[in-house]
């Protein structure tokens, strides 16, 4: 089974600077989907950032952008100039190839604060 | 566009009843998702229903039930309730046919509290 570890329980950040979330797996699969998802006090998970392991380059979002390690098995977000409004919870998550496989396997979470 | 929709928003339950939550999917979806998020955890997956048939089922007990309906929307039942199920419940939506890489879409979750 397929698992995800998140250890940064939280982080902060001044605002206007970088930060780095750091996310490693676990599994047997050579091909997979791997997510990130913000999740405001709203409580809605939103989509910040996906990556499909059969490519090598890191996926870029504007501001934000991975650092996918698949031989160490890491997939780390970074958010450069942080803004109040990406104070959130994130969550890395991943998913089978398998097309009918469409369940997410979730890491813990980091609580991120933006600090003004 | 309507988003994935979830209600109620709050429901207080006590131990030893059953409880239904309701999700209906973005427009165009066919597959729904539900997931147990404890408090400061991350999403656990509870199951998948696809052509109103339970397709995947994560670590949950047989308390745990749920439907979908000819419209795409899906219940989650949950019987002689614990303390423990007292948790938000997310809904995520998504089509069948799409590539894996897309992402599933969330509702805003139901909070369930057991006393």
């Known amino acids: 089974a397929q698992t995800v570890t998140q250890s940064q329980p939280e982080m902060s950040v001044q605002e206007a600077e970088t930060v780095t979330l750091s996310c490693t797996y676990d599994t047997s699969e050579s091909d997979y989907y791997l997510f990130w998802y913000k999740q405001p006090p709203s409580r809605q998970m939103i989509l910040v950032i996906r990556q499909e392991a059969y490519k090598q380059q890191n996926a870029t979002e504007n501001r934000f952008s991975v650092n996918f390690q698949k031989a160490a098995k890491s997939f780390s977000l970074k958010i450069s100039d942080s803004q109040l409004g990406d104070a959130a919870m994130y969550f890395c998550a991943y998913r089978s190839y398998d097309q009918g496989a469409q369940k997410l396997v979730f890491g813990q979470g980091t609580r991120l604060t933006i600090n003004p | 566009d309507a988003g994935v929709t979830q209600s109620p928003t709050h429901l207080i339950k006590t131990r030893g009843q059953q409880v239904t939550l309701r999700c209906s999917p973005k427009?165009?979806?066919?597959?729904v998702s539900w997931y147990q998020q404890a408090l400061g955890q991350g999403p656990q997956f509870i199951f998948q229903?696809?052509?109103?048939?339970?397709?995947q089922r994560g670590n949950f007990p047989d308390r745990f039930s749920g439907h979908q309906f000819p419209n795409y929307s899906s219940e989650l039942n949950v019987n002689a309730l614990l303390l423990g199920d007292s948790a938000l419940y997310l809904c995520a939506s998504s089509l069948a046919r799409e590539r894996g890489n897309q992402p599933q879409h969330f509702g805003d979750g139901t909070r369930l509290s057991i006393l």
């Open positions: 427009s165009g979806h066919d597959t």
């Open positions: 229903y696809y052509e109103e048939e339970e397709r």
